[in-house]
């Protein structure tokens, strides 16, 4: 994985959550009440659950929110039925793009995301089209700062458990096995490291980079209108994003 488009990526995801925040609570909630139904309330042993409150807190998601978001996968207060599915497909010169989404209307968002595709010159595929081309990782991005010991981070990372460690000018990248995620989340939190992203994730295997300014605006345009679908949880591809994206 290219260390600069994922960096990249963050960045422009950010900015737009930031932008939208009423949007992104939304989905972080939705996240939480699945995780609750398909695996229990209890953070300590459902992962899933551990997770989707860590990304909410990230967030500044309030409180009541997440409490809310429990109860509702709990039963102790209405909430709709949603079902997570999966849609790939390609956008401009063969990007590869996976797009996980939980939804209360399969119908509805599979029309919404075939529009997307159609619209931004690309096509939705069937499944496995290009889930063979991403691994299924947990990603941790430590901002670099002045304060930073490099070679300390590093040893720490591989104590942890973690599989790489990658030292970029801005940031630092680690990557691990799913199931490692956990422990290496608290090792580093316990050390007092704060994560610009912690999540588990789809890494492209390899990237596309796109030369055409045409084919550039169009790919962005994808990823946001389907960022911007109250279904649609996360928007994986392998586009080498360019770093000055959003300047």
């Not at 260390?3 to 925040?21: E, F, L, P, T």
């Not at 999540?199 to 605006?217: C, G, Y």
Request: proline residues 2%; contains cysteine.
């Amino acid at each position: 994985m290219a260390g600069h488009s994922k960096w990249a990526n963050i960045k422009h995801r950010k900015g737009r959550q930031d932008a939208k925040k009423a949007k992104v609570f939304t989905k972080l909630a939705r996240a939480i009440t699945v995780a609750v139904k398909e695996g229990g309330d209890d953070s300590e042993y459902n992962t899933d659950l551990a997770n989707a409150i860590e990304k909410a807190k990230a967030e500044n998601m309030p409180n009541d929110n997440i409490d809310r978001a429990i109860k509702k996968g709990s039963g102790d207060l209405d909430g709709a039925n949603y079902e997570e599915i999966t849609y790939e497909g390609y956008g401009p010169n063969g990007v590869a793009v996976m797009v996980q989404c939980l939804t209360d209307n399969k119908n509805r968002t599979a029309a919404d995301v075939r529009h997307y595709f159609s619209k931004y010159n690309g096509n939705l595929g069937a499944t496995g089209c290009v889930s063979f081309m991403f691994d299924r990782k947990g990603v941790f991005i430590i901002e670099r700062t002045e304060d930073t010991d490099e070679e300390e981070l590093m040893i720490q990372t591989i104590e942890a458990g973690a599989e790489d460690f990658r030292a970029e000018d801005e940031y630092f990248e680690i990557t691990t096995a799913p199931e490692d995620f956990k422990d290496v989340r608290d090792a580093l939190k316990a050390e007092g490291y704060k994560f610009a992203t912690a999540e588990v994730t789809f890494v492209p295997q390899n990237e596309t980079k796109l030369d055409e300014e045409k084919d550039i605006k169009t790919m962005a345009k994808l990823i946001d209108a389907l960022e911007d679908n109250d279904d649609v949880q996360e928007v994986y591809h392998n586009w080498d994003m360019p770093s000055d994206l959003d300047e």
